[in-house]
């Protein structure tokens, strides 16, 4: 395989010599198969691997124990969305529920034990802004 780039730095691949003198744009600049990649697949960016991070750290979590047992909780959007529903229901007069976690985890938890772990999600998960 040989491999060339445009002046906007797209990348051209070839089987062969005679593929290119026959298929090719002849403005394209020759490249090796390392540019090419790096072109292709550039790595990521400082901010990027920062927000990749972060997301997994939001949505691996950390462990709130509640009646002796540890539970994984994460912070995503959605989990965050959640709360706030079962606060409105817990309002209403629900007296438990289980909460669902996208990472997976239920918690199953009262309407008295909800004000202490609201608070702690609540002040967890700000730290991720």
Known sequence: MIYFKSDASEVYAYESEEDYKKYGR????RISEIEAGLLANPPLTESEVNSIERKEKMTTGLIYT???EDYSISFTSKDALGILQVTAA????LEKTTIHFENGTKLPITNIEFKD???WFNLERSKFF
């Open 90 to 93: 817990f309002n209403t007069g």
């Open 117 to 119: 772990f609201s608070k």
């Open 26 to 29: 002849h403005e394209l600049k």
């Open 66 to 68: 509640l009646r002796d």
